[in-house]
Each structure stands twice: as C-alpha cells, then as structure tokens.
C-alpha cells in the first residue's frame, strides 16, 4: 500500500509540469485583415466593429466596410474613402480628424458616438496614407495596372 501511494505522489510530482506546461497558449498574431499592424490596430479595433462600418452593418453607414483592405478600396455610395498617396483628398481622414491643425474635418466625427481617435492615430493613418495605403505585403492599391486610367 505504502509503495502504490508512493508512486502515485512519483506520478504526480513529474506529471504535473508537464500538463502545465503542454496547458500554455501559443501567442496568436492578431489578423488585421490585410492592414498594416498599426492600421488595422485602429482601423479594425475602433471602426469595423459591430454596428459601424463591417460587412453586417456597412450599408447602414453608406456602404462603407472598413473591415479589410481590400473592402476600405471599394468606398462607400458617396466618395473614395482613401486616395493613395493622397491624404488631403482622403474622406476617411476628414471624417477621423477632430484637430485643426490636421487638415478638414466632416461631422458627425467618427467613430460615431464613442471616444474620438487620438491625435497619434489621427497622424498614423494620415501617414499612412501619404505612404501610398500599403497593405501589410507593402501592395499599393491600383499600383499593380500601368494601363489604369483615372476617370
């Protein structure tokens, strides 16, 4: 009897560490859909969320799907949300923005009815844009058909 018990204490003292450790979660790279890491921080976290600008709920919020890169290029019923290379002519900065010092500014501001984006990530995504809007290959979109001509 002592010896069963013995071995079962063994057992357990070596069994243990290695259930503990065979227990630990692999760290999971968060998948941004396509958007930079910084972008789609922002973007995916704070804008295609459930109610706004998802593929649920985007024609609610004037067609407008933010929840991949290659959704946010096909605009909303209104206008192009980003111009590459082009912030200044961006409608999803004007419509983030809540600085003066940033360029223009639509209302109502987004995101709707929550905490406004910070100046930081107002920049970020300014930034990004003047980059050319790369996704997270670094692809520029349209930037792959020489032949393309603007309307």
């Known amino acids: 009897m002592r010896n ?12 243990v560490p290695f259930l503990l450790i065979s227990c630990i979660r692999d ?9 930079p890491e910084q972008i789609g921080k922002i973007v995916v976290g704070q804008c295609s969320v459930s109610g706004c600008h998802n593929p649920v709920s985007s024609y609610a919020c004037a067609g407008l799907d933010l929840s991949s890169w290659e959704a946010l290029f096909k605009g909303s ?15 999803l900065l004007f419509s983030i923005n ?8 639509l209302y109502p501001t987004m995101p709707l ?9 107002v920049i970020t995504i300014r930034e990004w844009i003047n980059k050319g809007a790369p996704n997270d290959k670094g692809e520029i ?7 393309r001509k603007k309307l």
């Open 4 to 15: 069963i018990i013995r071995n079962t204490y063994y057992y357990i003292f070596w069994a």
């Open 27 to 35: 760290k999971v790279t968060p998948d941004y859909e396509g958007y």
């Open 77 to 91: 019923r209104a206008n192009s949300s980003v111009i590459p290379y082009r912030a200044d002519l961006s409608f």
């Open 98 to 105: 809540t600085f003066n010092d940033l360029g223009p500014k």
């Open 113 to 121: 009815n929550k905490k406004a984006l910070s100046k930081d990530e």
């Open 141 to 147: 979109k349209f930037a792959d058909n020489i032949n």
